[in-house]
Nanobody
Framework: QVQLVESGGGLVQAGGSLRLSCAAS????????MGWFRQAPGKEREFVAT????????YYANSVKGRFTISRDRAKNTVALQMNSLKAEDTAVYYC?????????????????WGKGTQVTVSS
């Protein structure tokens, strides 16, 4: 069992930056890949970024590529999402997720554990 808690959300102006953090607890010794997803009201949950257990491999949605950076600190059991050049369309609840043996790390159903989310609102 893994528990995930997101933090760092808030209200920012378009063009600004925000850093989200996800703290993991429980069974943190397994080789979990980590991902960030987001969901706006009335929308499907959308893939944002993923990072491998080692942190050596990352993958981003085209909509955030070049603006967002995912990273992890295995010693602290945290994963971060640095969001720069924020746009109004980035407004959503952002969720941290963990999973293992995934066929597709961009698919929400492939993840085993989820945080409760943190709200990010970008004003225009």
């Amino acid at each position: 069992q893994v528990q995930l808690v997101e933090s760092g959300g808030g209200l920012v102006q378009a063009g600004g930056s925000l850093r989200l953090s996800c703290a993991a607890s429980g069974d943190t010794f397994r080789q979990y890949a980590m991902g960030w997803f987001r969901q706006a009201p009335g929308k499907e949950r959308e893939f944002v970024a993923t990072i491998s257990w080692s942190g050596g491999n990352t993958y981003y949605a085209n909509s955030v590529k070049g603006r967002f950076t995912i990273s992890r600190d295995r010693a602290k059991n945290t994963v971060a999402l640095q969001m720069n050049s924020l746009k109004a369309e980035d407004t959503a609840v952002y969720y941290c997720a963990a999973g293992s043996s995934m066929a597709d790390t961009t698919t929400p159903d492939e993840y085993d554990y989820w945080g409760k989310g943190t709200q990010v609102t970008v004003s225009s």
